[in-house]
T-cell receptor, first 116, second 114 residues
Framework: DTGVSQDPRHKITKRGQNVTFRCDPI?????LYWYRQTLGQGPEFLTY????????KSRLLSDRFSAERPKGSFSTLEIQRTEQGDSAMYLC??????????????FGSGTRLTVV | SQKIEQNSEALNIQEGKTATLTCNYT??????LQWYRQDPGRGPVFLLL?????KEKRKERLKVTFDTTLKQSLFHITASQPADSATYLC?????????????FGGGTRLMVKP
């Protein structure tokens, strides 16, 4: 296992276009998270999945954003009708949670989105 | 409102010295506090986790303290090296947060000069 993989690493798109990002988590991990990070700030939570169920979404996740995790494996994050304010690094992370035991996240390298 | 504050100014130290980074929080009841390292253009890398009932945790040259009375965590890197230069993020998981979502501070950039 090579860790959490994200694709693409960079994406430049025109305002109004739709974009989709993919995340492949560590296979043994049961939780998958999406975060967004802008320059000089810490990552901000967007949404998370326990196996294939999407259990929570942040208020940051507007109607233009949708995330899926079919079959509890990889996940996709789609942004429709992109706006310049969507420009950011989109980070995926996975973790293993067993009962109440929680360990640190493993993050991917992120997808850098630039909306022009 | 809930806040997690880290010194936004870069910390510059000489190689071999101990770097100490601070994380303060308000209006939180954290169950866990974590520290991550982030290099430019990369995702954060998990370093240490400390639970609310723990005072101190060590890993090699790293030490984290957690004072729930002061609402503060200190992160120490002893015998610092230029390779330790990066941004360090602290993050909290709330007691009532079943999803273990992290809330991050803004990070502090550490520069270790040879």
């Amino acid at each position: 296992d090579t860790g959490v993989s994200q694709d693409p690493r960079h994406k430049i798109t025109k305002r109004g276009q739709n974009v989709t990002f993919r995340c492949d988590p560590i296979s043994e991990h049961n939780r998958l998270y999406w975060y967004r990070q802008t320059l000089g700030q810490g990552p901000e939570f967007l949404t998370y999945f326990q196996n294939e169920a999407q259990l929570e979404k942040s208020r940051l996740l507007s109607d233009r954003f949708s995330a899926e995790r079919p079959k509890g494996s990889f996940s996709t994050l789609e942004i429709q009708r992109t706006e310049q304010g969507d420009s950011a690094m989109y980070l995926c992370a996975s973790s293993l949670v067993v009962l109440t035991d929680f360990y640190g996240y493993t993050f991917g390298s992120g997808t850098r989105l630039t909306v022009v | 409102s809930q806040k997690i504050e880290q010194n936004s100014e870069a910390l510059n130290i000489q190689e071999g010295k101990t770097a100490t980074l601070t994380c303060n929080y308000t209006n939180y009841s954290p169950a866990y506090l974590q520290w991550y390292r982030q290099d430019p253009g990369r995702g954060p890398v998990f370093l240490l986790l400390i639970r609310e009932n723990e005072k101190e945790k060590r890993k090699e040259r790293l030490k984290v303290t957690f004072d729930t009375t002061l609402k503060q965590s200190l992160f120490h890197i002893t015998a610092s090296q230029p390779a330790d230069s990066a941004t360090y993020l602290c993050a909290l998981v709330r007691v009532d947060n079943a999803g273990n979502m992290l809330t991050f501070g803004g990070g502090t950039r550490l520069m270790v000069k040879p």
